[in-house]
Structure formats: structure tokens, C-alpha cells
């Protein structure tokens, strides 16, 4: 996940971060590294602090697939997939980053029920999340590790993020009826390079199509879907 954010390392300056899914074995304690950049073509630089969010458990996939959304000059909201807690999958936290010589972790707060492969985005008004989901009509043929829906929900930007998954209000969603593929996963929302909406009147899914059975591997097909935000929200 690459972002617009302006941070200092030792002597220099960096406008670009990444985070990204790290691991120091073979496999599973995954964990969230940190790397910058002057420019976004890079060359990129790993932080020598890393990781920036570590686990200490070896034996399962432990946490990653991160995205973040800029908050302001000094920090970022870093969401994240985590597997410690069960349904306690999809995690942020808020992090001051404008100084990798002095950063300062948020609490890990939790979206009760929410995917944990979810993804953000933020507006004037609203939070909107992405999520990929397995519903009722899900036929568990390989592959059985994705999700048949991806699902967009939303809530106002002055309410308290970590409510419960009910607690946000669907838009609508993909599923097999709207794309034709049994498998519609793997999920994001198109923003600007500090993860803002475009604009108001409209958002953007991308999605991951996948048939089943075979040929799972070689089906994998990129979509997007226009949502008209102007049906939903009256803009003052």
C-alpha cells in the first residue's frame, strides 16, 4: 500500500510510504514492514526499525494485507488484516509517522464482523469499506479461501468507526448475479494518493473475478463497479 505522506529518516526527507506484508521464515508470523520513497518510482527504502507492527506467535498467517488513509501532516490510519482474535479479523490503529525516529502507535482497535479483507476509503462526510464476504448461497468449491460477494458499507466520518459491522449501512455489493463469476473478491476503492474519494457523486470498486473447479488459478480477471453515491447521500 503506497501513500502521500511526508516523513523524515535520519538526514532525509521521503514524501512516499509503503507498508507491506514482511515475513522472517519459511512461512506463516507474518507481519507489517515500512519502506519510503522521494519519489513514487522509487528506489525504495526499508526502515531499519522494521517491523512496524510485529507479532510475537510463529505458527499461523498473524496479520497483513494493510492499507491506510492519511489523517493529516504527522499520521495515518493503518487498517489491517489480523488472525489473533476470532472475529476480531479486520484491525486499525492510528499512527504518528512524520518522524521514524519517534513513532508513536495508536491503540489496535477493532470493526466487530467486519471481513479482515477489507478496504478504505474517506470523504468529506463518510467512511466507506469494501469488504470481501462469503454469503448464504456460497458453494465451498475450490477455491474455497475467497469470497463470493465483495461488499461496500459505509458510515459518517463524526460516528465511532469500531461499531459493529451491522452497524454500518450497505450501498450494495458484486456478486455472482452482477458479474457472472461465482468468486468476487479481493477488493479496493479507487482514491487519490492519500486515500480520499474523488469526489462525492460516485465511487469506485475494483474487484477480482475467479470461477471455480480446475481452472480457479488462470481465471483471475480485474473489474470495477460504479456505484452512484448521488442515490444515496443528499450533499450539503
Keep these: 500500500d503506497v501513500r502521500e505522506f511526508t516523513t523524515n529518516y535520519?538526514?532525509?526527507?521521503?514524501?512516499?510510504?509503503?507498508?507491506?506484508?514482511g515475513v522472517d521464515q519459511w512461512q506463516n508470523h507474518n507481519q507489517i514492514d515500512l519502506a519510503m520513497s522521494k519519489t513514487i518510482e522509487g528506489p525504495w527504502i526499508k526502515y531499519d526499525g522494521n517491523p512496524l507492527i510485529s507479532y510475537a506467535y510463529t505458527t499461523n498467517w498473524q496479520i497483513g494485507q494493510s492499507t491506510s488513509i492519511v489523517l493529516d501532516s504527522t499520521s495515518i490510519r493503518l487498517f489491517y488484516h489480523s488472525t489473533l482474535k476470532p472475529g476480531k479479523?479486520?484491525?486499525?490503529?492510528?499512527?504518528?509517522?512524520?518522524n521514524l525516529n519517534d513513532i508513536v502507535l495508536g491503540e489496535e482497535k477493532y470493526i466487530p464482523g467486519?471481513?479482515?479483507?477489507?478496504?478504505p476509503a474517506m470523504s468529506e462526510n463518510y467512511?466507506?469499506?469494501?469488504?470481501?464476504?462469503?454469503?448464504a448461497d456460497y458453494e465451498k468449491i475450490i477455491p474455497t479461501w475467497v469470497?463470493?460477494?465483495?461488499t461496500l458499507r459505509y458510515i459518517k466520518r463524526n460516528e465511532d468507526i469500531s461499531l459493529p459491522v451491522e452497524e454500518w449501512?450497505?450501498?450494495?455489493?458484486?456478486?455472482?448475479?452482477?458479474?457472472?463469476?461465482?468468486?468476487?473478491?479481493n477488493p479496493g476503492i479507487l482514491t487519490d494518493s492519500k486515500g480520499y474519494m474523488l469526489n462525492e457523486?460516485?465511487?469506485i470498486m475494483y474487484f477480482t473475478t475467479a470461477v471455480t473447479g480446475?481452472?480457479?488459478?488462470?481465471?483471475?480477471?480485474?473489474?470495477?463497479?460504479?456505484?452512484?453515491?448521488k442515490k444515496y447521500f443528499n450533499h450539503e
Design 114 to 119: 467486519m471481513s479482515g479483507n477489507s478496504y
Design 127 to 135: 467512511i466507506f469499506i469494501v469488504s470481501e464476504e462469503r454469503k
Design 147 to 150: 469470497g463470493n460477494y465483495s
Design 214 to 229: 480446475e481452472d480457479w488459478l488462470w481465471s483471475y480477471d480485474l473489474y470495477s463497479a460504479r456505484f452512484d453515491l
Design 10 to 21: 535520519k538526514v532525509d526527507t521521503y514524501n512516499w510510504i509503503m507498508t507491506y506484508l
Design 201 to 203: 457523486d460516485e465511487l
Design 89 to 98: 479479523s479486520f484491525v486499525f490503529r492510528d499512527i504518528k509517522l512524520d
Design 169 to 185: 449501512t450497505e450501498i450494495g455489493h458484486v456478486g455472482p448475479d452482477q458479474s457472472g463469476f461465482p468468486r468476487n473478491h
